[in-house]
C-alpha cells in the first residue's frame, strides 16, 4: 500500500497542525471532526461524505473583472484567505501554446498562432479552444492520459512478455470516444461491462479492453497444471490487477491493500475486497471475437441461439422438427445428396511420396495414409491422370484412421494437422515438359480452426495454414476451385503437392483426392457423420419417428452453420471475457470460478466463499448491487458498473474532475489521484472540488464542457511568474497564485518535433506502429532492436499514441523522458531534470534527423540566413527571434550547419518546457 512516511510523522506528532507551512485550517487533514479535533469513523472521511453543491463565494469589487468562471471565484477567496493575490495573465502566444498543448498535444502551427493573435475579438480565445476541442487530436491527447491509468501496453509483461495483437481496438475506442465526449458515466459502465449492458453495439465491447489493460502471466495461467497451486495465485493475482485498476481508476480507492487483511486506513473489509474479486471471477484476460457491424453481431447472436435450441433436441422426438416443411428439406437435401457424389470422381493415384521422411501407403478406397516417422515438417506430392477435360476443381477428404492419434486425422499428437499450401500443376499425358500451375481461385472447408480457415492454404504464406482444432477426431473436407477449368485432349497429369511446413508435426494423416467437371463445385456436400450416413441409407418408410427427427435436427444445424460461415469474418478484441478459444488449459470459465477470503491473503488458508458485491461504506449510492442470478458473470460486473456510475457515488465525480484538474494544472486538487483515502493528499480546495463535481456530473458528464471551463478561467490564463512573497507562504502554489510551469512529456515532445519538422502522419487509428526490429529467440519474449529500426520510415512518423507499447522492452528515447511503465497505473507522471535527458535529446537519432528535416524545410523557405533563422524560430518557438539572437544563431550555422542549429532549439528550454 501507498503511504508517504513524512505525512505519518506529521499525523503522529501534530495532528492538530494545518497542511505544510500555511494555515489550512479548512482543509480536513484525515478524517477529523470539527467539533471534538478526534479522528471520527472511516467512513466520515471527506470523500465518502454526499457531495454538496457549495455557495459559489462573492469576489470583491474591485476584483469581479477577473473572476470569469465560478471557478476563478473559488480560487480567488481562498488566495484572499491568505493574503495573496492572482498573477497577471499570460501573453496570447504563451496561452495560445499552452492550450493547444494541453488539450491535443500539439503545438500550433505558425499559421494557426498567427490567425489566434491577429483577432482581437473578445472571443478570440474561446474560439480557439472551441476548435482544438473540437479537433481529432483532442481525442489522441486524452486517450493517452487514460491509457497511463489503465497501465495499457501492446504485450504481456511478466516473465513471458508475448505481444498483443489485439490490444489495440481498446485504445482507438477511447480516441473516438473522447472526440465524441461520451457522457463520463456511460464511458465507465462500458469499460466495465459495455458487452452485458449494450449488447448491441460493438463500440461497448471493444471497451472493456480496459479489464485486460494490465499485464498478464502467461506462463501462470496457461502454461502450468490447471490445478496447481501456482495456477490458483495466478488467477488472484490477475483479479486482483482487475479489481485494482477498476476501483483505483473510477472511485480513487485503494481497495487492494485488504487483499490480506482489513484495510488499515480506509473503511473496507477483506470480504468487500474478496467480493469484489469475485464480480470478476468469471472473466479472463483473452482474444475475444466480434462483429464491428452491429447488424452482423446481432445476425450472429440470433443464429448462435437457435444453433443451441436445435442442438438442445438431439436424441429427442419433437414436433417442430416433422413439420411439412422440415420433411420437405430433408427429401430435397437426399436428391442433391445423390447428385452431389455422382459429381466427384476419384482417380486411383498413380505416385505417391513424402520428401522430408514420412512414409505413404496407398489404400484400397483409394485414400493414402502416413505411417511411420513423423518429421516435423514434410510436403506430400501425389499424381493422378484422368481422360476428362474441363476439370474445375479439386476436392481433399482428411479422413480419420485407428492408427492415428486421436484417430487423426492429422498425426499431431492430438489429431490435428496443419495444411500450408496446396498446389496443383497438370500437363498433357506423355509431355512433362508442358506443365503448367493451376490458379486456384477460391477454397472451401466444412470446418475451420479459428484463424487457421482454409483460405491460408492458398495465400502463398508459408506461415500460414489451414487447420481443424478442436473437431479433431472427424473427416473433413476442403474444396479448391480453380480459376477457369483445365484438361488437355488425350489425358491430363495431375501433380498435387501438399505442403505441411509450418512445423510440429502437425502433418495430414490419411487423405484422398477427388476431382470434378461441376460448375458449383463449392456446393458440394461434404462427408456425412456415420451416423447419419446410416440414417440416410434407410428407406424413408422404414425410419422411425426418432430417426426422422435426428435428420431434421442434424440438416437444420447443418443450414444454420452455412448462415454462421457466410456472416463476415469477425474481428478480435484483447478483453477481460469469457467468451475465447479454449488453448491447452487456458480455457474460459462456464461459471464465476469461487473465489475464497484468504486468511492473511493465503492461498493455503482459504475462508469463507466471497459474495459478489460492492463497498457498504458508501450509504449514498442509491443503486443497489443486487443479482437475479448470481451465477450470470455478467449480473456481476454490470450490477457494479451501476453501483460506480451512481448518480449520488461521490467518489466517482470527485476523482474524475480531480484527474482533469490535475492535468491542466500539473497537480490535482487532491494530489493523489489514484487514493482518496485517509493516505491520499488532502484537498487544496475542497469546495472548489465538490463544485466541479457536482456541476460535471450535473451537466451530463460532458469532459469537453469540463475542460472548456478549466480553460477558460483567469486561474488557468495566469503567467508563470514569480512572486517573492507569495513563494513563502505558498513555495509550491497549491493555491494557485500563477500557473504551474510545466514540462513536455514524452510523447508531446515527440510529437511537436514531428510537426515542426513537417514530417508528423495525422493518419488516426489502426494496429500499433513498431519502433523497434525484431527478431525470433529461443524465449517467447520477442526482442526489440530500437537502434536498427529506421527513425525516417512512415512508421516512425505516427503520433506517440499509436506506437507499440513493449513492458518490458520500452523506447529508450521516451523512457529517458519519464515515459512511465506500462505494468503500472500512472496517473502521476514523473518529471526529472537529468543529464541523461540532455544527452538523449542532443544524441538520438530521431532529433538528429527531425532536425535534419526542419533545416532542409527552412532551406527551401529562404534564400537568406535571417529568413531562415525566422523560419526556424517560428515553428520551434513560436516567435520571431531577437536581434541578438539573430547574430548568434546565425554565426553557429555558419560554423556547424542549419541542421545543428534546429538540434540546438530542440534542446532549449523554451521548447522543452510550457509556460
Known sequence: MRSSPALLLLLLLAPGLGWLAGDFSALPLLAQSKETGKESPASDFWSFQPIRRPKIPTPPTEDRTWVRTPIDAFILDTLHAHGLRPSPEASKRVLARRVSLDLTGLPPTPKELEDYLRDSSPEAYEKLVDRLLASPHYGERWARHWLDIAHYADSHGQDQDRFRPNAWPYRDYLIRSFNADKPYARLTQEQIAGDVLFPDNPEALLATGFLAAGPWDESGLRDINEN??????????????????????????????????????????????????????????????????????????????????????????????????????????????????????????????????????????????AVGPTPEKDTYTITLSTDQIGITGVRLELLCDDTLPHLGPGRASNGNLHLSEIRIRVHPLGKPDQVKLVRVKTARADFNQADWGIEKAIDQIPSTAWGIHPEEGKPHTGVFAFE??????????????????????????????????????????????????????????QRADLQRCELSRWLWENQLSREWDSLPPQSRIYCGTNQFPSEGSFRPATTPRPVHILKRGEISRPGALATPAALEALAEVKTAFVLKNPQDEGQRRGALAKWITDRENPLFWRVLVNRIWHYHFGKGIVDTPNDFGKMGGPPSHPELLDWLATEFRDQGGSLKKLHKMIVLSSTYRQAVSSNPEAEQKDADNRLLWRMNRGRLDAESLRDSVLRISGRLDEKMYGPPVKHFLTQPGIHVTPTADYEQFDVDSPEASRRSVYRFLFR???????????????????????????????????????ILKQSEHLAKLAEQSASDSAGRLEFIAQRVLLRNPTTEEVKLWGEYARHHGWANLCRVLFNCSEFLFID
Request: hydrophobic residues 40%.
Open 808 to 846: 518490458t522492452r520500452p523506447d529508450p528515447l521516451l523512457e529517458a523522458l519519464d515515459c512511465p511503465d506500462a505494468s503500472q497505473s500512472a496517473p502521476v507522471r514523473n518529471t526529472s531534470v537529468s543529464a541523461t535527458q540532455a544527452l538523449v535529446l542532443w544524441n538520438d537519432k530521431f
Open 228 to 369: 496447481s497451486i501456482d495456477r490458483q495465485v495466478a488467477r488472484y493475482l490477475d483479479r486482483d490487477d482487475i479489481v485494482t485498476s477498476t476501483m483505483t481508476t473510477f472511485m480513487g480507492l485503494t481497495v487492494h491493500c485488504a487483499r490480506c487483511h482489513d484495510h488499515k486506513f480506509d473503511p473496507i473489509s477483506q470480504a468487500e475486497y474478496y467480493g469484489l474479486q469475485a464480480v470478476f471471477a468469471g472473466i479472463d484476460k483473452a482474444e475475444r471475437p466480434y462483429d464491428p457491424d452491429p447488424k452482423v453481431a446481432v445476425q450472429r447472436r440470433e443464429l448462435n441461439a437457435e444453433l443451441e435450441r436445435i442442438r438442445s433436441l438431439k436424441g429427442r422426438t419433437d414436433k417442430t422438427l416433422l413439420t411439412p416443411e422440415r420433411q420437405k428439406a430433408v427429401a430435397a437435401f437426399e436428391q442433391q445428396r445423390k447428385a452431389a457424389t455422382s459429381a466427384w470422381f476419384v482417380p486411383v493415384p498413380e505416385t505417391w511420396q513424402a520428401q522430408k521422411g514420412s512414409s505413404l501407403r496407398a489404400l484400397l478406397d483409394r485414400s493414402i495414409l
Open 484 to 541: 477457369k477449368p483445365v484438361g488437355f485432349e488425350g489425358g491430363t497429369i495431375f501433380q498435387i503437392e501438399l505442403d505441411q511446413i509450418h512445423g510440429g508435426g502437425h502433418l495430414i494423416g490419411r487423405f484422398r483426392l477427388g476431382l470434378t467437371t461441376s460448375k458449383n463445385l463449392l456446393e458440394i456436400a461434404a462427408p456425412l457423420p456415420e451416423p447419419i450416413a446410416a440414417l440416410l441409407a434407410l428407406p424413408e418408410t
